[in-house]
């Protein structure tokens, strides 16, 4: 199976910055929640970082070319099928079952509302961003309206896990990664 490097490298070849920092978002954020659950962080960070590996050059057949270019490059069924997993009821009918899944299915968008967040504020950072700053912005339908709260919200129902408490663990774990995505404190 590829390493990390080859995937960053795959990421890279089909993305532009933006989708691949929100890979790495994703990534990062996927690799603390396995972390937090005892589980392989390697993969956990693999599908996190290439689950969204097609949309930027084959968005009409998201988490399906994907499937198609991993398996072309020796990745495993378990990361194809977590993949194809976050999809379910929008491109894919691949149910998350697995803690991964589910995890992956909950913290997707979150990321992308979470990173919005952090750069309407006057630090553009992560690390000053609070629990109540977020969920005021969730609640806010026009900011971030692309980031769906209804499959926020379902992916947390799917871990047994309250809104307040993912959105508490998903600012942990970018905050951990923030220099990578540009949301650290900036010296003034």
């Known amino acids: 199976m590829p390493n990390r490097e080859e995937a960053y490298a795959l990421l890279k070849e089909y993305n532009g910055p933006a989708l691949v920092t929100h890979g790495l978002?994703?990534?990062?954020?996927?690799r603390y929640f396995a972390q937090k659950a005892g589980e392989d962080v390697e993969i956990w960070g693999l599908v996190g970082l290439l689950h969204d590996l097609d949309y930027e050059k084959f968005p009409e057949q998201?988490?399906?070319?994907?499937?198609?270019?991993?398996?072309?490059r020796g990745y495993s069924e378990e990361i194809i099928r977590a993949i194809m997993s976050h999809g379910f009821g929008i491109c894919t009918e691949v149910e998350p079952l697995s803690k991964m899944?589910?995890?992956l299915y909950a913290v997707d968008e979150l990321t992308g509302l979470i990173t919005a967040c952090a750069l309407v504020r006057p630090s553009k950072s992560v690390m000053d961003l609070e629990l109540s700053s977020a969920k005021k912005k969730f609640?806010?339908?026009?900011?971030a309206a692309g980031a769906s709260r209804v499959v926020m919200q379902h992916g947390?129902?799917?871990?047994?896990?309250?809104m307040d408490e993912l959105i508490v663990d998903v600012?942990?774990?970018?905050?951990?990664?923030?220099p990578t995505l540009g949301l650290?404190?900036?010296?003034?």
């Open 25 to 30: 978002a994703v990534e990062g954020t996927m």
């Open 62 to 72: 998201h988490c399906h070319k994907t499937a198609e270019i991993m398996r072309e």
């Open 101 to 103: 899944e589910k995890t």
């Open 139 to 143: 609640k806010d339908k026009g900011f």
């Open 156 to 162: 947390a129902e799917m871990l047994g896990v309250s």
């Open 171 to 178: 600012i942990a774990a970018m905050r951990a990664i923030a």
């Open 184 to 188: 650290e404190m900036k010296a003034s």
